[in-house]
């Protein structure tokens, strides 16, 4: 099992929360500062933002190894759309803070896309 925290899509209410069918949401979490999202259109990206003070606002779900393969097909992650890899939260977290927590991370060009701050909006 892993623990995934989204920002995005993948929210309850989000466009692609289907794919989290069967999984277990483990609550609301926050991650450290450093981080902020960019609208790239339909879906956020969520890169490191050293200035950041506030850090992104999203759910911890815990995701079997079938679901995650799924997962990573959909975030592009062999194209290098996304890049999963583990996140520091803020405390308090639904989790403790020796549990590894992964996202994903957006990898391309950022040119002329408004970057969003915290929360992408549900
Ligand atoms: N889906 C993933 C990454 C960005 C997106 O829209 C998520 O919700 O975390």
């Given at each position: 099992?892993?623990?995934?925290?989204?920002?995005?899509?993948?929210?309850?209410?989000?466009?692609?929360?289907?794919?989290?069918?069967?999984?277990?949401?483990?609550?609301?979490?926050?991650?450290?500062?450093?981080?902020?999202?960019?609208?790239?259109?339909?879906?956020?990206?969520?890169?490191?933002?050293p200035?950041?003070?506030?850090?992104?606002?999203?759910?911890?779900?815990?995701?079997?190894?079938?679901?995650l393969?799924?997962?990573?097909?959909?975030?592009?992650?062999?194209?290098?759309?996304?890049h999963?890899?583990?996140?520091?939260?803020?405390e308090?977290?639904?989790?403790?803070?020796?549990?590894?927590?992964?996202?994903?991370?957006?990898?391309?060009?950022?040119?002329?896309?408004?970057?969003?701050?915290?929360i992408?909006?549900?």
């Amino acid at each position: 099992m892993t623990t995934l925290f989204v920002y995005g899509t993948l929210k309850r209410g989000g466009s692609n929360q289907a794919f989290l069918a069967g999984q277990r949401f483990l609550g609301e979490a926050r991650t450290s500062p450093g981080f902020t999202l960019f609208s790239l259109g339909a879906y956020p990206g969520l890169v490191p933002s050293p200035d950041d003070r506030v850090g992104v606002t999203g759910e911890l779900w815990s995701i079997d190894e079938a679901c995650l393969a799924h997962l990573d097909e959909l975030e592009g992650t062999a194209e290098g759309l996304y890049h999963r890899a583990s996140i520091p939260l803020a405390e308090p977290a639904p989790v403790t803070a020796d549990t590894p927590v992964e996202t994903y991370f957006y990898l391309r060009p950022l040119v002329g896309r408004p970057c969003i701050g915290s929360i992408w909006p549900i």
